[in-house]
Structures are given as C-alpha cells and as structure tokens.
C-alpha cells in the first residue's frame, strides 16, 4: 500500500468560458498522504474551492490526471467514491428540518442500502461521531435551531460517520470561536494519525494551518508547492502571505504579529 490517497499529476483546471474564463490551478502536481492533517492554504481566489470540488469529482479535470488509491477519478462510480472520500463543502446545505442526528447518520448512507436502513452498528458509529465533536447533547435538535458553527461540527461529524480514506474539508472551522477551531482541528489531525486517514483541510486562518498541520500544500499566482510547515517558513516561500504592511512573520515560531 502506497503512502498516499491521492496524486495529482499535471492538474489545470478553471471555470468559464471564452472571454470569461478564469483559469485556476495550472500544472499542479502534488501527493496527499495517509496518516496527517494537510491543510490547503492561499490567497482568496487562487482556487482552493476549485481544487477541493476537482478532488471530490464534483468538477472537470480539464488537463493532467488525479489519481485516488491509484485509480484514476473519473473512472469511478458516486457510490464508489462515497466510500472512500468524505467531503464538505463551503455551500453544503441541508434541509432544517433535519435533526442532528438525522444529519449526521446521512454519513452512513454509502453502507445502508437502498431503504437507507440504520443497522445497530451504524447507529453506534453516528452517536460516537458525534460524541467526538461534542454535540451529543444536540442529538434531537432540529437543525433550524443550531447556529453555523454547530450545523458546521454536524458536517464534520458526518464526514467521519462516512469511514472512508480520505476527508476533504472546505473551511470547516470557519464559524467556529477560537477554541473550537482547535479543538476540531486537533481531532482531525488525531483522526488522521490513529486512523492512518488522509485529512485535507482549506483553511483562511494561516497561523492555525502553521501550528496543527502535519504538512502544507500552498496555492499561489506562481504556482503550487508542498512541505512541512518548518521547512517552508524556514525557505522563506510562505512570507507571501503575510506579504501586508504593518505585518511580521516569525519564521521559528510560526507566528505573525503586528507592527
């Protein structure tokens, strides 16, 4: 067994078309492995969401190939990727009059069968998801009454009621206070090494990715590149994004200040 999920070879892609057309990633290459918390960094508009949607077969690869569990995507089936890529979205809405519960045990359906019938395992699985992220107590909440940050914690704990070999999350901790953004950042980082899972996260907040992540790919308008967070601050490549007056990175500490 390889130890990565996903490579990506040569990947160019974008939305649009003729005069309007935008184009995005151009001539990535890149591996995500098994076993770490990779968050996905970058200025607004490089094509993070972009990425992550080509990544989950939920947009074109135009050029270049990205291969999962040494598969090309595009050969596989819905079902098939529901069973090994669990995915949340920025625009991920569900119907509010949904519980919690109900929400979560969504994550199952890839193992339920046609009538979505929970088994007493699966329903064991969506109450210990649940429990991971804190929100037990919400079981029979509908999701109408929830704030952002907790419908954000349900996703979350659905993709893991998912079990599969990769979790790609779209700013998931983008609703949350601080201290649940590290809460759940830390979870996703345990979930990786003790389940030997590939977790992809794109996250805004750069001194967080710096501080919980295992490695680090980096979208800019020059191009794409990968490493450990050490390393890169260490090379001087990340100083682009605290490239703002009044703005000072520690490359040791990993840490930004103002001045």
């Known amino acids: 067994m390889t130890d ?43 094509g993070k969401s972009t990425l992550m949607r080509t990544m989950a077969g939920l947009a074109p690869v135009e050029e270049g190939c990205v291969e999962l569990l040494g598969r090309n995507i595009a050969d596989y089936s819905k079902r098939d990727l529901a069973e090994r890529v669990a995915v949340v979205l920025t625009d991920d809405v569900a119907e509010q009059n949904l519980t919690a519960f109900e929400l979560v045990a969504m994550g199952r359906m890839p193992y339920t069968g046609y009538w979505g019938v929970l088994s007493e395992n699966d329903t064991k699985r969506v109450d210990e998801v649940m429990s991971l992220v804190g929100m037990s107590d919400f079981r029979h909440r509908r999701l109408s009454s929830l704030s952002d940050g907790e419908r954000r914690k349900l996703l979350i704990a659905k993709a893991l009621a998912q079990d599969t070999d990769v979790i790609l999350l779209d700013e998931p901790v983008a609703f949350l206070d601080f201290p649940s953004k590290v809460s759940v950042l830390r979870l996703l980082n345990e979930v990786a090494k003790t389940m030997n899972k590939s977790v992809l996260v794109s996250i805004h907040d750069l001194e967080l990715a710096l501080q919980t992540a295992g490695r680090l790919w980096v979208l800019s308008g020059n191009g794409f590149f990968e490493g450990e967070p050490r390393s890169l601050a260490a090379e001087g490549r990340l100083d682009f994004l605290f490239d703002s007056r009044g703005v000072s990175f520690d490359r040791e500490r990993l840490q930004y200040s103002l001045i």
Do not use: D, P
């Open 4 to 46: 990565y999920t996903y490579k990506i070879t040569k990947l160019s892609t974008g939305y649009g078309k003729g005069k309007e057309r935008k184009n995005l990633l151009q001539n990535m290459s890149g591996n995500l492995y098994r076993g770490m918390l990779t968050c996905l960094i970058g200025v607004n508009g490089v």
